[in-house]
């Protein structure tokens, strides 16, 4: 079986264009605000949730101790923040049914 590419945002403005019964120039638009408010509140709050998908949240890693992989040697790795994508319940059980 061979992997699908994942749908462009051309392609998704396309599909929402038709199902929602707007123009493609008004669904980029959309996107691209939607997009723009999630980076904005995730750096302003730490968080951002996009109801039955999931949710974008900054989190702080500490500094730890790595290996060089090229050398074997032990490192210090920074404490860094970096940011994640959490999936919602709600889209996890539509992907993958439970299997009860």
Not at 50 to 59: N, Q
């Amino acid at each position: 079986m061979a992997a699908q590419k994942p749908i462009t945002k051309a392609q998704l403005a396309s599909e929402l264009a038709g199902k929602m019964d707007m123009t493609k120039k008004d669904v980029n638009g959309f996107l691209d605000v939607l997009g723009d408010i999630a980076y904005k509140e995730t750096k302003k709050k730490g968080s951002f949730t996009l109801p039955g998908l999931g949710k974008l949240v900054l989190v702080k890693r500490k500094a730890r101790k790595g290996r060089n992989p090229a050398t074997g040697e032990e490192i210090t790795i920074k404490a860094k923040t970096v940011v994640k994508f959490r999936v919602a319940k709600a889209c996890k059980d539509a992907i993958l049914p439970s299997k009860k």
